[in-house]
């Protein structure tokens, strides 16, 4: 089974004097891809250089809506520029959150957004939503600006968001939340969600998939997502994981 992980950060420092032990260990379970998000103008240069030294592993580079406020016309031109690396394949992770008080106002959120988004336009990129407990804002805005090809990472909306998110073209990013007890609606999401919309990710080190939840997580780890779609698409597993495989092929454009 080929793995392609549509959204991590081996940046974290949790990987520190790991990194490559753990990169050859899951290149042999079946990563092939990982695409490591930046969320801050470190973490785009990190993903920057993680890309150029491990063959399995690709950039997004954005900033975060919780760190807006690093957004400068300087770091403006240094995300152009990281567009223009052959291994850099997206926009993010960007988006909006509204759940910490102390993140960056709403106002400037959306501005930065706007921002990354009409460079992503302008190179040809996909983006990385990144959304919490700010649905409303970013329907109206996705509603305008469906032209540029993205994916809801970690998708937790309801059913009937999700279903006009998939209607105006966008995937949804799913991870090992599906594998909760806990988990309510995304198993729903799923089932009424065409196959060939869905992304698996990790959020490495994050949202680790039972039966290791608790534990940093890791992109060999998608064989459980991967059982638990197949699961609930009532297909067989070697099906659905080269479907969600493919998916991310093609969104990314490889």
């Given amino acids: 089974m080929k793995i392609f992980d549509s959204h991590a950060h081996y940046d974290d420092d949790r990987y520190?004097?790991?990194r490559e032990e753990l990169m050859e260990e899951m290149e042999k379970n079946g990563v092939d891809h990982i695409v490591n998000c930046g969320s801050s103008r470190?973490?785009?240069?990190?993903?920057?250089?993680?890309?150029?030294?491990?063959?399995?592993?690709?950039?997004a580079v954005g900033i975060h809506p919780s760190n807006a406020d690093e957004?400068?016309?300087?770091?403006?031109?240094?995300?152009?520029?990281?567009?223009?690396?052959?291994k850099t394949l997206a926009v993010g992770e960007i988006g909006l959150d509204y759940y910490w008080e102390d993140n960056p106002s709403k106002e400037l959120q959306m501005e930065v957004l706007k921002s990354?988004?009409?460079i992503a336009r302008d190179a040809g990129k996909p983006v990385i939503y990144h959304?919490?407990?700010?649905?409303?804002?970013?329907?109206?805005?996705?509603?305008k600006n469906s032209d540029v090809p993205g994916v809801l990472h970690s998708f937790s909306g309801?059913?009937?968001?999700?279903g006009e998110v998939v209607s105006l073209g966008y995937y949804l990013g799913v991870g090992g939340v599906v594998t909760f007890k806990n988990a309510k609606k995304l198993p729903e999401v799923i089932f009424q969600t065409p196959i060939e919309r869905l992304l698996t990710e990790t959020d490495a080190p994050y949202l680790t998939p039972v039966p290791y939840r608790g534990k940093t997580n890791r992109s060999d780890y998608i064989s459980y997502v991967?059982?638990?779609?197949?699961?609930?698409?009532?297909?067989?597993?070697?099906?659905?994981?080269?479907?969600?495989?493919?998916?991310?092929?093609?969104?990314?454009?490889?």
């Avoid at 959304?131 to 509603?143: E, S, T």
């Avoid at 309801?158 to 999700?162: F, K």
């Avoid at 969600?244 to 490889?254: I, Q, V």
């Fill in 158 to 162: 309801s059913p009937e968001t999700a």
């Fill in 226 to 254: 991967v059982d638990a779609v197949a699961s609930i698409k009532g297909l067989g597993k070697e099906e659905t994981a080269e479907i969600l495989y493919e998916n991310s092929m093609k969104f990314f454009g490889l």
């Fill in 16 to 18: 520190d004097g790991i």
């Fill in 42 to 59: 470190e973490g785009m240069r990190k993903s920057i250089e993680l890309s150029r030294e491990f063959p399995i592993i690709y950039a």
């Fill in 131 to 143: 959304i919490r407990d700010a649905y409303g804002d970013m329907m109206d805005f996705l509603r």
């Fill in 116 to 118: 990354q988004v009409n």
């Fill in 71 to 86: 957004y400068t016309s300087d770091t403006e031109k240094e995300l152009k520029e990281f567009l223009k690396d052959g």
